[in-house]
């Protein structure tokens, strides 16, 4: 379950570069660094943006997105 609260008015996150810092993070895992692949192309689909990517790191592939809002969430590979 995933709760949030609704606020009249947000600040757009300028994280990780400006002042205004994120106001939420999720961390969502995939199996697979195809999966991460895959649902790399689907975030940029949907509108999000590319912050930072580690996805060659053998230790935790993963990759910074922020929302189209400008909300950061990471998606990585888990450990088996």
């Known amino acids: 379950m ?3 609260q609704q606020v009249p008015r947000l600040a757009r996150p300028t994280w990780p570069e400006g002042a205004v810092p994120p ?16 649902q790399h192309e689907r975030v940029l689909a949907l509108g999000g943006r590319l912050l930072a990517d580690r996805s ?3 230790q935790e592939p993963l990759r910074v997105y ?11 590979v888990a450990a088996p």
């Open 56 to 58: 060659e790191d053998d």
């Open 66 to 76: 922020a929302d189209v809002a400008g909300h950061p969430f990471c998606i990585f």
């Open 23 to 38: 106001q939420a993070h999720l961390d969502l895992t995939v199996a697979t660094r195809a999966e991460l692949d895959v």
């Open 2 to 4: 995933l709760a949030v």
